[in-house]
């Protein structure tokens, strides 16, 4: 009798709260990160492409990152690049899209590396120069000088040298930026 009169009391104390702060004040109690995802993405409509998805999934592959096929649709694959991604910059990894993952992946954007969704050449030829790795034209194009610099980037500052531009590649090509700011 006393748990019975107990849930009752909870239940009750639930159902005040919802009629009192709404059901997307007790989602955000419960899922902050889906909530947040949920504001930023807007509703999610069966088998329609959403936007902001498709955003999100275009950075991560630019990051390189595998979110599978660009639908603007969330899947497991998409999942999987978002937990990666959370994972390899130090966040908590729980497959949303958070506002701290939200602004991880956008900030690369804000800083003009990346611009109508793929990667800056102009810029990324410029720091590359600035960092003393290229001596070619700045014309945005990836030719095999450009290609030598990035490799030549990397081995400069101790990353993988594969010749992508990757997160960590352009986490380091972004400092210059704020040196040249």
Known sequence: MHKKVNFVLFAGLLF??????????LYRTLDKEGADEKELVGDIELHEANPAIEEIQTLLKIYGYDPGIIDGKWGLKTR???????????LKETRKVDNE????LIEFKEKRLIKDGKLNMHLIQEILSVAEVYDGKIDGKV????KQAVIDFQKKHGLKQDGKIGYKTISKMAE??????
């Open 80 to 90: 999987n690049a978002v937990e990666r991604f959370q994972k390899d910059v130090g």
């Open 176 to 181: 210059y930026i704020e040196i040249e700011n």
């Open 143 to 146: 030719g095999r000088k450009t």
């Open 101 to 104: 993952t939200w602004l991880k």
């Open 16 to 25: 005040s709260f919802v009629n009192i702060c709404g059901c997307d004040a």
